[in-house]
């Protein structure tokens, strides 16, 4: 399941797959809550929805894209204290959370770093097959987040699983 | 209740009392988690410790101090996640949840927004009457959050219902 978390908009997607086979989008979904909300009824909102959803998909990682105080300060906060609770619900329910920053999101799924919105929602479509792309744009960026944590996560776990048999560990 | 949230220390106390009478300390504590822990364990430590908590004390409000992204970013982005999951537990259990910043609290225990922590220890120590300041810090900015919140919000609220009744609402 890929996040990609904030108090306004929160896009949330559910990819199942691994390296070198096709992916299959099992859910998508961007959860919104006013912005005239007081800030803690709006992060109980967004709780309930990712709570419900890792609840009906339980699944086997939650990604998260990293957040950087590059941008507005105030929207950064939200955007932080909205992944501290996904966060905090992933590893209540037992499952392993992983963050990846927004370059290796773009360059997992695009090949570049430094790709724009379209190119991420033009690859997720094509990557997923699917048939129209997924909207609004939150919704693609969390479908990227859960291809690059397939992709990434396994390959990096792969690797340590060969390290730990390598040191006879 | 009065948290000063982080993830390495979170301080949190209890504080019964209002504007004009002596203030009467229930609780304080610490809670710690080892730096070494992934992030999402360590947040869930943090929600466990503050839920068991409300569920104790079931207090009439949480103040959480205000997050600001002035110092060190990746500290911040941490303490930010940690605010975000004191709120909106403080929300599933239908507590509200007031925000003050550092200077507002400061400016409520000793007068002055620019007070250092050995005088909001030492102010919070006399307002309590305690035989001995709390310790470390965190514990005595948790209870200056309480006690600033006890002051401040308590004098919003009653302006706020003079203003109601003055409107005939």
């Given amino acids: 399941m890929g996040i990609d978390p904030g108090l306004t908009r929160l896009g949330l997607g559910v990819v199942e797959g691994s390296v070198g086979r096709p992916l299959t989008m099992l859910d998508v979904d961007v959860l919104r809550t006013p912005a005239d909300l007081d800030p803690a ?3 109980r909102i967004l709780a309930d929805g990712i709570e419900e959803r890792l609840l009906l998909h339980r699944p086997d990682a939650v990604a998260v894209e990293r957040v950087f105080s ?3 300060v105030r929207t950064v906060m939200g955007t932080a204290q909205v992944s501290g609770v996904a966060m905090m619900l992933a590893a209540r329910h037992g499952i392993e959370v992983h963050l990846h920053t927004p370059s290796e999101v773009k360059a997992a799924v695009t090949g570049s770093g430094r790709a724009d919105k379209a190119q991420v929602t ?3 479509t094509r990557l997923l097959r699917l048939t129209e792309a997924p909207r609004p744009a939150d919704a693609a960026d969390a479908l990227a987040i ?3 944590h397939l992709w990434r996560g396994g390959a990096q776990n792969r690797l340590a699983e060969a390290v730990a048999k390598a040191a006879g560990r």
């Fill in 41 to 43: 009824r709006r992060l």
């Fill in 70 to 72: 590059q941008h507005n």
């Fill in 122 to 124: 033009q690859m997720v």
């Fill in 146 to 148: 859960a291809i690059c």
